[in-house]
Each structure stands twice: as C-alpha cells, then as structure tokens.
C-alpha cells in the first residue's frame, strides 16, 4: 500500500504515463494553501510569510508540471495566483500598495506560468517518446511471436544466423530433415564461419556455405543442391538457398537459408529415368529387326513396277528411321543422365564433316536452302559422330522453326584457340527468357498443347551435354520472330 502511494506521488514512476490527473494538483494545491494560510496566522504570525508562499508555490508548479504535463503547471500556477489574490484582498491593501500588490501579482503570474508550460512540455515530449518507443517494442515483439509462428508453419527447413547477436536460430523442420543431433551441431557449433573454417562436419559445412557466403558476401544462393547423409544412415537430397537480410543502410545484418528436402523428388525423377532407359533399351531391340525387315521389303519391290507399293514401303522406312531417332536421342538422354556418355575422339576436319552433315540435310528440305561455304580445312579432336549429331541437331531445328523459302546459313570461325560454328536461321526466334532454358532436358518453347512443331525437346540438351564434353560451349542469340543462331565453340588441336 505504502509502495502504491509511493509510485503515486513519485513523478519519475509516473513518466510514460500520458493520463495526466486534474484532481490531484486541484485538490493539492488547495490544501497546500489552506494549511499554509492556517500556518502563516497560527504559527508565524505573518513574519517571513512572502517568501514561504512563492517558495511553496514554485516547488508545487515544478512538481505537478513534471507530474501531470502543461495542464497540472497550469493548474498549480492558477490557484497560486488565486490565494495571492485572497490575501491581497482578505488583508485590505488600498492605494498604492493594492496597487504595487496587483503588479506583483500579474508579474510573478507570468513567469509562474512560462516555468508551468516550459516544464509541461519536457515531461509530455518525455513522456510521448517513451510510449512511443514501448509501442515499437510492442510490435517488434508482436512481429518476432509472428515470424517465429510462420517459421514454424513452413514446409521448408529454416536456418536464420543473426550477425550482431551470433545466435542460429532453426526451425522444427530443419530437425525433421537433418536429424536432432546434427541441428544442435549447427545451433552450437555456430557461428558458422567457425564450424567451415574447421570443417567440423562436412556435410553441415556444405549446409551452412551459402548461408555463410550470404553472411559475408551478400551473395544470393539459388537452388544448391545438396547430397547429405544423416546419422541414421539415410541419405536425403537437398535444395539449399540462401540470402542476406539488409537493414536501411544496406549493411548485412543476418542471413536466411532454406533447407528443402527434394529426395522423394529426386528417387521419382531416378524412377523415371529408369524406365526411360529400360523402355528404350527394350524398343531398341525390335527397331532394329523391323529396319531389317524394311530394307528386304525396299529390295523385294525395287523388282515390282508398282509405284504405291514402293511408296508406302519408302514411307515405312521414313518413319521407321524417325522412330529410330527417337529411340537413340531417349537413350543419350539417360546415357547422359547415368554419366555414361562415352566419347571416341579422333582428329577429324571439321569443315568437311559440316559439308558432308550439310549435303545429307539438303534433301530433307525442298523450299529452304542450307548455305554454307567450304573454306579451308580445320582439324579439332573430337567423336566425330557426336559433333555430326550436334550439327544435325542445329540445322534439323533451324529448318524446323524456321519458314518456307528461307535461307540457313552455316557457319565456320576459326580462332585463335577454338573454331566457332554457327547456324542461323529467319525464323520464330526465341524470347530472352527462354533462350537458357531451351538446353534444358525435355524443354520446349512452343505450347504442348499446340503441337505446332513435333519433337520432345531432348537434342539441345544432348548438344549441350555432347560440346561440354569436348570443353566447348553453346549458346544462341535471338531475336523473336526475326530468326536465331546457335554457336557452338571446339577447342582447336595444338
Ligand atoms: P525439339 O525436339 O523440341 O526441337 P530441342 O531440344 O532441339 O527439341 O529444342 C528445344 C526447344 O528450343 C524447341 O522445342 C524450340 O522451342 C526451341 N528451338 C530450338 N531451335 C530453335 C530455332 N532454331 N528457332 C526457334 N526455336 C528453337
């Protein structure tokens, strides 16, 4: 009780507190007068009576204007001036005195008044500073319990490193993803510069690196994936990505990184890739006998002059050699995709073999022309029948998209270091978004559903793999609806 009293009257409990009383200085400042009257008479007789009353009277403007802001100043300020006026006329000044009394009065009132507002104010702008500041408080805690919530919430494993307070802070589901123990590895081993720099744990350094590299370079990871075998043995795959958080100056001030668990992804894309594989390998068994077949169906009706039938068995064999291709490119793609890709490489001229890859594509178009001009001779080492399928690849796609009518150039640039092919068409161009992602395996740009142009988006993908394979690149430049050339570079033979 006597501490409530305490807190009550103390004005420094009473900062932040922006309810400011109008009753309490009222009823203070009327009975600090009444009692001051009383002892004035009684005790002192009116000796010294002058300087006690401004003494008291400054002592309680100061304490209710820090107290109770402008209004509690004023107010002490008003019943001051209102008792000096009850003596002025309870002691019956007249003339000059009342006079001089008067002036006194409206003198000490004013200045009374300016020390009441100038108080006030300082305790109110106090006093609104510190609300202001506790509301902050409020919603960055609210906004913490918030984040810690969403955290919670979210399908992906969350690692949050704070640079100032050195904490790691993680997510139930980074537990789930990496195992219990590990997840206290990384909460005590952090921060993670120390657990990389000592390469505690491999595996959690591999983690931690792009949280790491977000921490002290900025950069932004997209998409790691990241192989990790937990303690009980199991293997999980992960997507790792990563980014700095920037406070208003731009300075790094924490880093979040996501842990995405892809493994039932990856084992069904392996799924996958494995009937591929097996599927192909199974057509490609019955293709070859029924081009067998074919060839001795071709040779049998040569000796019948009967156009139809010879026709139809040409057409046979068109579409027995397209489903050929098909079958080859499907098992490139899981050859690529198992790592077993082999290359036979060999000195070969690569201007004849673009000559020799143009004059077998002639025929397969009757409008467009191929144009390319043989210059001299340049040797590369490379499988020469992959380097074939790549230059088919780009010149079979040029006349694909491109229109009737139209030339296709073929090109050789010979360089310092590598020889450049390229070959260009006037066609439907690709869009800056799109001209990454057509090397990509099974991507194409054309709508599915419009089946405008046949194929399954595999040979760029196979080309991209093929020249990476021979430490060369590729890479297109183009322009939508104005047509594209594909490059791709061979390193020359010392
Ligand atoms: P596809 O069998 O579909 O042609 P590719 O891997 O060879 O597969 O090509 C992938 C995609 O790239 C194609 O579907 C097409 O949308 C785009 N593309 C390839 N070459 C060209 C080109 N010369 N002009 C425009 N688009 C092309």
């Given at each position: 009780m006597l501490q409530k009293i305490f807190r009550y009257l103390n004005p420094i409990h009473q900062?932040?507190?922006?309810?400011?009383?109008v009753l309490f200085p009222v009823l203070a400042n009327i009975l600090v007068y009444i009692c001051s009257e009383f002892y004035i008479?009684?005790?002192?007789?009116?000796?010294?009576a002058g300087s006690y009353v401004i003494f008291i009277s400054i002592a309680f403007i100061i304490y209710f204007a820090f107290r109770d802001g402008i209004s509690g100043g004023l107010i002490s300020t008003g019943i001051a001036i209102f008792y000096y006026l009850y003596i002025v006329w309870d002691r019956e000044y007249q003339g000059t005195e009342l006079l001089a009394a008067l002036q006194t009065i409206a003198v000490i009132g004013f200045l009374y008044a300016f020390l009441a507002l100038v108080i006030g104010w300082l305790k109110q702008t106090i006093d609104m500073l510190i609300v202001q500041e506790k509301i902050a408080r409020h919603e960055a805690e609210e906004s913490a319990v918030q984040l810690q919530t969403i955290l919670q919430q979210l399908p992906v494993g969350v690692l949050i490193f704070n640079k100032s307070t050195k904490a790691l802070l993680g997510n139930k589901q980074v537990e789930d993803i990496l195992g219990s123990q590990v997840t206290t590895e990384i909460a005590t081993v952090a921060p993670p510069e120390s657990s990389i720099q000592s390469g505690t744990n491999h595996a959690v350094s591999e983690i931690q690196a792009p949280l790491l590299k977000a921490l002290t370079t900025g950069e932004v990871t997209n998409t790691k994936e990241v192989e990790y075998v937990r303690k009980d043995e199991r293997k999980v795959y992960l997507r790792v990505n990563a980014a700095p958080v920037r406070n208003k100056e731009q300075e790094i001030i924490a880093a979040v990184s996501t842990l995405d668990d892809i493994t039932e992804e990856k084992d069904l894309e392996r799924r996958k890739d494995d009937f591929v594989n097996m599927a192909s390998h199974e057509l490609k068994t019955p293709l070859t006998s029924m081009k067998l077949y074919i060839q001795m169906l071709l040779r049998w009706t040569?000796?019948?002059?009967?156009p139809k039938l010879q026709k139809t068995v040409a057409t046979m064999q068109m579409q027995a050699d397209r489903l050929q291709d098909l079958v080859n490119d499907l098992l490139d793609v899981s050859r690529i995709q198992t790592g077993k890709l082999s290359l036979t490489k060999e000195r070969c001229n690569l201007t004849e073999l673009v000559a020799e890859t143009v004059e077998v594509l002639?025929?397969?178009?009757?409008?467009q022309k191929l144009r390319f001009e043989q210059s001299k001779p340049i040797y590369v080492e490379v499988d020469r029948f992959r380097i074939y399928q790549v230059i088919t690849n780009l010149i079979t796609n040029a006349i694909k998209y491109s229109p009737a009518n139209s030339d296709i150039s073929i090109n050789i640039a010979n360089k310092r270091n590598e020889v450049v092919v390229s070959v260009a068409d006037k066609g439907i161009g690709i869009s800056p978004e799109q001209r990454e992602k057509?090397?990509?395996?099974?991507?194409?740009?054309?709508?599915n559903t419009e089946r405008a142009y046949p194929g399954l988006g595999m040979g760029l993908y196979i080309s991209k793999e093929i020249i990476s394979r021979h430490k060369g690149r590729i890479w297109v430049e183009s322009e939508l609806e104005k047509g594209s050339t594909f490059y791709f570079s061979l390193p020359k033979v010392k």
């Open positions: 900062l932040g507190n922006i309810q400011y009383s008479y009684g005790v002192t007789d009116g000796a010294n040569a000796s019948y002059k009967n002639q025929p397969t178009t009757k409008t057509v090397f990509e395996r099974l991507y194409q740009v054309t709508d």
